[in-house]
């Protein structure tokens, strides 16, 4: 009990020394979908800073802007009145101080339609319940509502709302609901914190029974979305391809429009492949859906800039344990010039050719990098996210065989072992022992005091000779029976 409770509270430090580490993000009202013309409240909270934070955010018009450009601050409170489609983003919170890391980043969608699905903006806690409400801006109240994930129907809101029971990663996914007469809410993803504590599903268990597909899975739904060149950032004007694998198509959230396919507005659609001429407003959500309509792959934030720099970093998650290299790219010049790195707003070090290398990376990693270049400018934040390895089986190591012991034998063994031992090394001792002897008593007799008579003694002698010749004979003849 003792060593429970020591373990326990070194947790609890360890979650509380990390939380202190972090700005964190609110959100009111809680939601990641608004309409035009509505109006929204950001505020960043630092326990290791009594000034909170500052609100940035990064959409198709400007990167890692504060909130006095676009809205109204208070402290670390950012009010912004009037939603308008631009304002479609990445927003997140920095230390004023700059001491410690930059909060989470979350995306908030201002839709010019008539439908929003209101779901929560942050993730939620593996186990919670989680509601989700269709609105329409007009009328007002509710309405009867159908609700989908990564683009299945998933039921009917008779009153435009539907509860998630006891969420876990496998209910992650792009969410969205209709209003029969109204139109279709944009898209927005649920995500889910905290370790799953249900069992796999054994190999014999229908996937499908449950109607849910994690996106972080390797189930046989996924085909991963590759991008070429693989980064995140990209000069206006620049090209970028993007493929889905088994014949899926690639669709897009930006401020072109929410759930648009590849080529429907933008992009030149090539089977599973899509290519862009990229503009200002394609920054935004990427992904791959089949034909069905269900999602297919984890979507990934692809930012273009107006500006002079960028940083070239992975756009995919990253393994743990892996080297990452991160280069500040000028738009004009091409060749490499001296840059300097920034994680979460902090200075981490420079690159004399334009490149830093992450050795090993793990979940501390994790952040917002940037990079500025002297005289040229500085690029827009993206987020670098590392995963953990998966897990392998070990292969059972080879243990000893224990060796069975004999059981002990009997009480009387020891006795018929004494008695064997007895038999057999007996007639050796006795014979040598009557040598010695006999040895002893020949010395005596061969001198003889003077006065003694020989002739006793010889008889004596003789005497023993015999006798020895006897016992001889005796032990010998034993010894061979």
Known sequence: ??????????????????????????????????????????????????DGGTVRRNTTLETRTECEGWGAAVGSTCNVTYLLQRDTGVYWCESMSRSSSSSSSIQLSVSGGSVILQSPVLPVMEGDDVTLSCRAK????????????????????????????????????LYK??????????????????????????????????????????????????????????????????????????????????????GDAWGTADGSTCKITLLSF?????????????????????????GSVILQSPVLPVMEGDDVTLSCRAKSPAHNLPAAFYKDGSFIGDGPSGHMTLL??????????????????????????????????????AEATPIAEAPPPPPFYHHVRLLFLLVVICPYIIPTVLMVSLFRQRNKANNPPVSEEMTPSFNATQELDDVYENVITGVTTEHHF
């Open 1 to 50: 009990m003792e060593g429970t409770s020591v373990h326990r509270l070194l947790a609890l430090i360890s979650l509380l020394s990390r939380s202190t580490d972090q700005v964190r993000l609110t959100v009111s009202p809680s939601r990641s979908q608004f309409f035009k013309g509505e109006s929204v409240t950001l505020i960043c909270e630092d326990e290791n800073s009594s």
């Open 282 to 306: 394609d920054a935004g959500q990427y992904w791959c859906e089949s034909t069905s309509g269900s999602i297919s792959s984890s979507s990934i934030q692809l930012s273009v800039s107006g």
């Open 177 to 262: 609901c209709s209003i029969s007469g109204q139109g279709e809410s944009p898209s927005s993803r649920i995500s889910v914190e905290g370790e799953s504590t249900i069992p796999p599903p054994s190999p014999s268990s229908s996937s499908s029974a449950s109607g849910r597909m994690s996106l972080s899975g390797n189930s046989a739904n996924q085909g991963p979305l590759t991008v070429n060149p693989s980064r995140s950032q990209f000069f206006e004007f620049e090209s970028v391809t993007l493929t889905c694998e088994d014949d899926r198509t690639v669709w897009s959230n930006t401020t072109r429009g929410t759930k648009k396919q590849c």
């Open 360 to 397: 090993h990376v793990s979940s501390s990693d994790e952040g917002l990098y940037k990079c500025s270049i002297s005289g040229q400018g500085e690029s827009p934040s993206s987020r670098i996210s590392v995963e953990g390895k998966h897990p392998t089986t070990a292969t059972p190591t």
């Open 138 to 173: 007009s009328p007002a109240h509710n309405l009867p509502a159908a609700f989908y994930k990564d683009g299945s129907f998933i039921g009917d809101g008779p009153s435009g709302h539907m509860t998630l029971l006891h969420v876990s990663s496998s209910d992650e996914g």
